[in-house]
């Protein structure tokens, strides 16, 4: 299993990093940052890309099998700034954070959109990935997003194509 095999998992990153890194320069993340990343799962790969180049980074998943794999990875590879959690973004207090990022997976997106924005000041940064039109019949499309404002980029992945950042005050909930 690649999650007990921290070189595999580096090359696994490696696959991703420039898409991640990417995403961070659209938000402007810096090193005072703490991130929120709702649905990391067994290998939460751009918190793990991303531990270099924020304060702090908060992993959560509503599947605990993957929160404990993850914690054991994340202690194999020493990365002491990711802090894993088994919780619902949905239930979860979003004030601490100066992002949140939203994957493809992270479901559902609106009532995960309507807590950050009850709980998150107006300068709170969401970054959200955008499927590839193929896959809108899986994921939420950003014609579904209640969100009114956004910058988007172009970033070419296999299950998505575009990445949005906002911040919460332009949740339309």
Do not use: W
Not at 31 to 48: E, K, N
Request: charged residues 25%.
């Amino acid at each position: 299993m690649i999650v007990k095999i921290p070189a595999l998992c580096q090359l696994y990153c490696g696959f991703y990093k420039s898409a991640v890194l990417d995403e961070a320069k659209l938000a402007n993340l810096d090193t005072q940052d703490h991130l929120l990343f709702v649905g990391g799962g067994a290998i939460p790969y751009s918190a793990i890309i991303l531990s270099k180049f924020v304060k702090h980074i908060t992993v959560i998943d509503r599947d605990l099998c993957s929160t404990k794999l993850a914690k054991k990875l994340i202690t194999k590879l020493g990365i002491t700034n990711i802090t894993l959690d088994h919780s619902k973004a949905e239930d979860l207090n979003t004030s601490p954070y100066t992002a949140v990022f939203i994957p493809l997976q992270a479901e559902p997106k609106t009532i995960i959109l309507k807590n950050i924005k009850k709980q998150s000041c107006g300068h709170t940064k969401i970054i959200m990935r955008i499927p590839k039109k193929s896959f809108n019949s899986v994921y939420t499309s950003l014609d579904e997003l209640p969100v009114k404002e956004y910058t988007l980029k172009n970033i070419k992945q296999l299950t998505f194509d575009k990445v949005i950042c906002f911040d919460c005050g332009k949740i339309l909930l």
